[in-house]
């Protein structure tokens, strides 16, 4: 009954190559965002989606673009990737009321490690 | 930019002693919200306390909000080695839409 689940939940890969991450939530709620934490443990938005409609959009290098397929669904394609994307990259979702300022559920994390 | 900062930035305490954690802000907030992550998981919301609140109990947590000193606090009484992870503060701010800023956390280890 895992709420937002992200796969795969480790990723290693080489410098330059392509690679995707998923992540499917079954709480009903409208909106999904990808954060990604460092490793001091900063964790920073990148992006977050409202029923299909990108709403927050961080300053994050256009080799990462997320899809969403639909409001139960964020994937992030990461393009060329680069040393300095090593890290976890977390999927939350939340409901839509009361501003868009609700508690976020988050699923366990994908740690990315670029060789 | 950073939302949070949180102090201490590591806490090592006996079972039972109660924890203190405290958080500081910079913008105007909508919400402050304090979340748990154990080691190689994700985050946990645990309490939600909006800016015209003061304070907000929930089982052995307690909350405090100081708006004119844009600061938190989060107490945990009677502490348990579970209660070991990281906790980290977030802002909510009212003109970006589901935004949260994440401060960079306290660790609590709790010593059985």
């Known amino acids: 009954d895992t709420a937002v689940s992200q796969t795969p939940k480790y990723l290693v890969t080489q410098m330059g190559n392509d690679k995707s991450i998923k992540c499917e939530q079954n709480?009903?709620?409208?909106?999904m965002y990808w954060y990604k934490q460092d490793s001091k443990k900063f964790l920073k938005i990148m992006f977050s989606y409202n029923n299909k409609e990108l709403i927050i959009n961080e300053t994050v290098p256009n080799r990462f673009s997320p899809k969403s397929p639909d409001k139960a669904h964020l994937n992030l394609h990461i393009n060329s990737l680069e040393l300095g994307d090593s890290a976890v990259y977390f999927c939350?979702?939340?409901?839509?009321?009361?501003?868009?300022?609700?508690?976020?559920?988050f699923g366990d994390g994908t740690r990315l490690s670029i060789l | 930019s950073q939302q949070g900062e949180e102090d201490p930035q590591a806490l090592s305490i006996q079972e039972g002693e109660n924890a203190t954690m405290n958080c500081s802000y910079k913008t105007s907030i909508n919400n402050l919200q304090w979340y748990r992550q154990n080691s190689g998981r994700g985050l946990v919301h645990l309490i939600l306390?909006?800016?015209?609140?003061r304070e907000k109990h929930s089982g052995r947590l307690r909350v405090t909000l100081d708006t004119s000193k844009k600061s938190s606090s989060l107490l945990i009484t009677a502490s348990r080695a579970a209660d070991t992870a990281s906790y980290f503060c977030?802002?909510?701010?009212?003109?970006?839409?589901?935004?949260?800023?994440f401060g960079q956390g306290t660790i609590l280890t709790v010593h059985p």
């Open positions: 977030a802002g909510a701010g009212g003109t970006s839409y589901g935004k949260l800023t």
């Open positions: 709480l009903g709620h409208d909106t």
């Open positions: 306390i909006r800016s015209n609140e």
């Open positions: 939350a979702s939340s409901p839509s009321g009361g501003g868009f300022n609700q508690p976020q559920h």
